[in-house]
């Protein structure tokens, strides 16, 4: 897609879905009912948490298409439910539109601080970011390094899926995926 067409369906269309899912959680939100709140953007978002742990409080806060940056955008919703434990897993998307991995880095450590700041004695978890097209791989593999010294920084469990998802050659195992990005069912269990 040519840079001003993307740059175009971001500012329009992708915006405008986004703040429809944004308002999806906000409107749904039960303050302080607390949880588990997995959050994320469609690796997060698609994934059907309630049916893979039946029986845990989960809430989806995953969106389709989010970057870190949108993340903390969000927090307000989360401030408000005032979850037990947060799990984080974004990343990708940010490096698909070119941004730099440290944006992507001030974003995501950004983020820790405030939940940390916001939700004492909330259990937050950064999960590493997951393969995808072997294009990515090196830019991946940076970026779980650099959120695995934010986690141990900031004193939280950093979860490392890259090696579960990589195929050896940096791209997202064949039988776990149906487009080289998203999870199919059988990446989820």
Known sequence: MPKLLRKLYENLFARKIWLAFKSAIDDVIVPGSGGIVMFGDSL????????????????NFGISGERSEHLLLRLDSLFALRPEKVFILIGSNDLGVGRKQHE??????????????????????LQSTLPRQRKFAGRLLAL???????????QVPYIELYPLFDDGSGELRAELTWDRLHLNGAGYV
């Open 104 to 125: 992507i880095v001030r974003d995501v450590e950004e983020l820790v601080v405030r939940l940390k700041a916001g939700l004492p004695g909330c259990a937050i978890h």
């Open 144 to 154: 779980n390094t650099a959120y695995a010294d934010i986690a141990r920084r900031h």
């Open 44 to 59: 997060t978002h698609m994934a059907r948490w309630e049916v893979m742990f039946p029986g845990l409080p989960l809430r």
